[in-house]
């Protein structure tokens, strides 16, 4: 109760109200811009953020993570374009209400599972509060390093049929985070004799050229385009209540939602899979699926907005980030020396009570924001593709250079700029490198302190978590490689068509 | 039916480029491999789990390895055409980064207001907005974008040199500011 009141009265700072409501209602201007999403804007801003207390800094950019796919709804439903990558499900039943003249009900259906996913995520998290604050000291230096691994090995795998690229990628950003002068034994690793290698590289210089610099690239190379025009006609109210009928698919969703952002990894798609295809298999009418079903598109924004209350919980409990965006949070945390893992619940309850009362408002706010300003939304959304990706060039070298005023940082970002426009044109996945500069530097930490205590490969899972993470590990290799089998058979049996541009690896 | 189109949401393509991506990723990793005895240290006395070469090898040898599969699958698979015009997508990008890197080395001499304000301005023009409304708006987009991070947020960019000759009385304040 102390701590709840403790984190009521950080929660009414005024620098943390004000970074609240510009975090919520910013995400959803950002998520409805095509072309833009939360990770340009939460990289971009980032280093600003470190100016301002820990509160402060997460909450503006808790604010963008989770308001970002309530406005990525607008113009998947009105106009047949996703706002941020997660929404694209949304298109499938959102833009056929459209069509028909009820634009209106998919959004308030759409905004009305956003909230219910968002606000349920939140409650799961605080009722498994009591259970990571018991868990969480449990987890010792070889815990933590199966979990990282075990982070590692699911962002690898989730990538269906780009497993090897996913691979290689997430050994590279192992790799990065070896780079520079080591704190242990002071050895150069890979620095070819050059000073502006000795310190490493930057993960918030890879992050900003590997999310804004290459999405600024990426708009003003290509083709110029503005979404086309839209507007809402009839109560954006109307289906509020229309969800109530829909409980059933919005909960098993939202439950989807937090369990798959929980583990790392795996995150909105996959969720997003799971709960529409659950949807779909139970629902009385399956064929209206992909021509206008409110069912999918409950299911579809149930699931994703579940996502980041969820992926804060290995973030705070562990330190472990599961998927690119609480990578981003993480730095946050470490530049104001708030070390996240099981020490947090212990020393710093309020803080994390906080956190979570955060999240319950941004999801309020945006919900009122969103009913009363949509069409709003809708001219500000008219921005031409180049001119953002002037916007977000211009941007992101505040958030390069304010790091160490270096111009050898912004060479760096530039580079890893073109690489990330390469990967995005290949439809390669970024996420790993991120994940595997973070979590390739918690591994190496943690193993070494963790392999000190230990005699025979037997005694670093002697231990119940470490025992019940080891087996997490083999089961998930296991129903890898017999997925892997069973597609092999189902290849080798005759098929009527043929997917030859596909890639399907292992 | 809708059960392929929901496969094909979350399904990946290979596109055109591939194999020269994945041709440059596996030679980045063997050159990699090839300094790793040159860039990383064996340090005697030193258990196998604290040596400093022990995470960078893994990091290697996985990139080597998957890279190497990479290509394999990319050059088994049927030719994509394009492969040349797509590479020439990522080359033009260089173009922005050529201005974008000016820009970098114009800030500390110009200072951050008008540097901003100038480079969102030709970006503009460069980028094909040609009309004089457009190009307002871009320098009215650098300005809000000086004022707030250096004078409101007050992060961390050095002042113009150029603010130092300006009048006394402006000086201070863009040396501050601006």
């Known amino acids: ?506 | 039916m809708i059960a392929k189109t929901l496969q094909d949401t979350f399904r990946r393509y290979r596109r055109p480029g591939d194999i020269v991506y994945a041709t440059l990723f596996f030679a980045f990793a063997l050159f990699l491999l090839s300094q790793i005895g040159v860039e990383t240290k064996v340090v005697k006395r030193t258990k196998w789990f604290a040596q400093p070469s022990l995470w960078p090898m893994i990091a290697i040898l996985g990139m080597v390895i998957f890279s190497g599969l990479h290509l394999l699958s990319s050059a088994l698979s049927p030719r994509i055409p394009g492969r040349w015009k797509e590479v020439g997508f990522w080359l033009q990008s260089l173009e922005y980064v050529a201005y974008f890197l000016i820009y970098v080395v114009a800030v500390p001499w110009l200072g951050y207001l008008p540097s901003t304000m100038l480079f969102a301005a030709f970006l503009a023009v460069r980028a094909g907005f040609r009309s004089s409304a457009t190009v307002c708006i871009a320098l009215v987009f650098g300005a809000v974008v000086a004022v707030v991070f250096r004078a409101l947020l007050q992060v961390n960019i050095p002042a113009g040199r150029l603010y130092e000759v300006l009048p006394e009385a402006t000086r201070v304040f863009a040396l501050t500011y601006l």
């Not at chain 1, 979990?147 to 192992?174: E, K, N, W, Y």
């Not at chain 1, 990426?218 to 109307?238: M, N, Q, T, W, Y």
Request: aromatic content about 8%.
């Open chain 1, 1 to 506: 109760m102390e701590n709840l009141i403790s984190g009521i009265a950080i929660l009414t700072q005024w620098q943390v109200i004000a970074a609240l409501i510009i975090g919520s209602v910013g995400g959803v201007i950002i998520g409805a811009l095509p072309g833009v999403g939360a990770a340009v804007a939460i990289a971009i801003l980032l280093p600003a953020t470190f100016a301002f207390e820990p509160i402060v800094g997460l909450t503006l950019l808790l604010g963008i993570y989770g308001s970002s796919m309530y406005g990525g709804a607008i113009p998947a439903i009105l106009i047949n374009t996703p706002g941020t990558a997660v929404n694209a499900l949304t298109t499938y039943d959102g833009y056929p209400l459209t069509k028909r003249g009820e634009g209106h009900r998919a959004l308030s259906l759409a905004y009305s599972a956003s909230f219910f996913g968002g606000i349920f995520s939140i409650v799961c998290l605080i009722f498994l509060s009591p259970v990571l604050a018991w868990v969480a000291p449990h987890f010792g230096s070889r815990e933590i390093f199966l979990a990282a691994f075990m982070g590692i090995l699911l962002v690898i795998l989730a990538h269906r049929g780009q497993t090897f690229s996913a691979a290689m990628l997430a050994f590279f950003g192992i790799f990065l985070s070896t780079v520079g002068l080591e704190p242990v034994k002071y050895t150069k690793r890979f620095t070819f004799d050059q000073t502006w290698l000795a310190s490493g590289v930057d993960l918030i210089v890879v992050v900003l050229g590997l999310f804004a610099i290459s999405q600024a690239l990426l708009l003003l190379v290509d083709k110029d385009h503005a979404p086309g025009e839209a507007r809402v006609r009839g109560s954006i109210f109307a289906g509020l209540k229309e969800l109530l009928g829909l409980k059933r698919i919005a909960t098993v969703s939202s439950s989807l939602g937090v369990v798959m952002g929980m583990v790392p990894g795996t995150g909105e798609f996959t969720s997003q899979f799971l709960s529409y295809t659950y949807a779909q298999k139970t629902s009385k009418d399956p064929d209206k699926f992909g021509d206008g079903s409110p069912e999918g598109l409950v299911a579809s924004e149930a699931a994703n907005n579940a996502v980041p209350g969820a992926a804060m919980i290995p973030l705070l409990a562990l330190g472990i980030p599961g998927e690119a965006l609480t990578a981003m949070m993480l730095s946050v945390f470490y530049v104001h020396n708030v070390i996240p893992g099981p020490q947090l619940f212990v020393d710093q309850l309020d803080f994390v009570m906080a956190l979570y009362m955060s999240l319950i408002l941004l999801n309020v706010i945006v919900l009122v924001f969103l009913l009363f300003s949509t069409n709003l939304l809708l001219k500000i959304i008219q921005i031409p593709t180049r001119f953002l990706g002037i916007m977000i060039l211009t941007l992101s070298f505040v958030g390069v250079f304010s790091l160490r005023n270096s111009i050898t940082d912004c060479a760096i970002a530039a580079g890893f700029g073109v690489f990330g426009l390469i990967l995005k044109r290949l439809d390669l996945p970024i996420v790993p490198i991120i994940l595997g500069m973070v979590l390739g530097g918690i591994m190496e930490v943690k193993l070494r302190s963790a392999m000190a205590k230990v005699k025979t490969p037997l005694d670093f899972i002697d231990r119940p978590i470490a025992a019940i993470l080891f087996a997490m590990i083999l089961c998930i290799i296991a129903l890898h490689v017999r997925t892997l089998v069973q597609e092999h058979r189902d290849r080798r049996r005759p098929q009527p068509t043929g997917d030859g541009d596909t890639t399907q690896q292992g």
